[in-house]
């Protein structure tokens, strides 16, 4: 089977029936979508009751930063993916320069949503101003302590990455820290579409 | 060896930023109304799933652990758009 995919030209994927990472970790990450997916209907159903409001609350969010961030998260992933397919591929050096620009990127995210967060701030908008402001601070709130949770573990898999602890032979600590923050990246997908963008 | 796997993850990211450009752009028209939520979670949705199958790599992975992280990106999609389509307001006594 192996040979024929070889022949075929179709290489085997090297984790092929592997789940990416620690499972235990997987559980935890199983949790955290069930809580977050929760927290999305209710945004949804809590948007029917205040139509109005709601629309009001997103005219006033800047929908090019949602978007910047979004890519910032998506390019951050990316680099994660490109990080994971070098330690697969023994280039250690790789490793790190890729893990370097993932958290250059989460670091982006962070600065923008700062801004994002002054500026309602300092327009007296806070999380008790309405429905709409309550789901948006806590829900974006709870996403950046993810981001920033995960970012500290992007930032300890890659001080291990530079003592040379990841090779084809030892992929896991780099794989769980991937599949987390993927996590965080999916999580935003979601966060973007119906806070910035839904209607 | 890994070019097939690389060139893959360069696609999927594309793929994601057109979509998040798509998506940014369908919004604009509220004069769709209905239609342009209902594809702003359709497009949720197939971003999430390139980010399972492409970035968590689970394409690849058991068929338990796929199966369960790809029924939760379809329950809530499907929930939201359920949701969002049938008006249902929190049980709230006015």
Redesign the interface.
């Known amino acids: 089977m192996t040979m024929t995919e070889l022949v075929a030209g179709?290489?085997v994927?090297?984790?092929?029936?592997?789940?990416?990472g620690d499972r235990d970790v997987?559980l935890f990450i199983?949790a955290e979508?069930?809580m977050f997916?929760a927290f999305?209907?209710a945004y949804?159903?809590?948007r029917?009751?205040e139509i109005d409001v709601f629309d009001a609350g997103q005219d006033t969010l800047n929908?090019s930063l949602g978007?910047l961030n979004?890519?910032f998260l998506?390019?951050s992933?990316?680099a994660?993916?490109?990080a994971?397919?070098a330690g697969?591929?023994a280039r250690s050096a790789e490793v790190v320069s890729r893990l370097t620009l993932a958290l250059l990127l989460a670091a982006g995210f962070v600065v923008v949503k700062y801004f994002e967060y002054s500026a309602k701030f300092a327009a007296g908008i806070d999380l008790t101003t309405n429905t709409f402001y309550g789901f948006y601070f806590a829900l974006t709130m709870i996403h950046l302590a993810h981001v920033l949770g995960g970012s500290v573990i992007l930032f300890v898999v890659r001080h291990n990455a530079q003592r040379g602890a990841y090779h084809p032979q030892a992929m896991k600590g780099l794989e769980t820290g991937a599949?987390y923050w993927?996590?965080v990246?999916?999580l935003w997908?979601?966060l973007?579409?119906?806070l910035?963008?839904?209607? | 060896m890994t070019h097939g796997l690389t060139d893959r993850t360069h696609r999927t990211w594309l793929l994601l930023v057109l979509l998040t450009v798509a998506a940014f752009g369908i919004s604009d028209h509220t004069e769709w109304a209905r239609y342009a939520g209902v594809a702003t979670i359709a497009i949720a949705y197939l971003k999430g799933r390139w980010v399972v199958l492409d970035f968590m790599a689970l394409r690849h992975a058991p068929p338990l652990w796929r199966s369960l992280v790809e029924a939760w990106l379809l329950g809530v999609s499907v929930a939201l758009a359920g949701v969002y389509l049938s008006g249902i307001t929190p049980g709230v006594a006015a």
Not at chain 1, 196 to 199: A, F, G, I, N, V
């Open positions: 179709r290489p994927h090297p984790s092929e029936g592997v789940l990416p997987w199983m979508l069930m997916g999305f209907i949804v159903v809590y029917q009751a929908r978007v979004t890519l998506i390019t992933s990316w994660v993916v490109r994971v397919e697969r591929a599949s993927h996590m990246d999916l997908i979601f973007f579409a119906l910035y963008l839904l209607r």
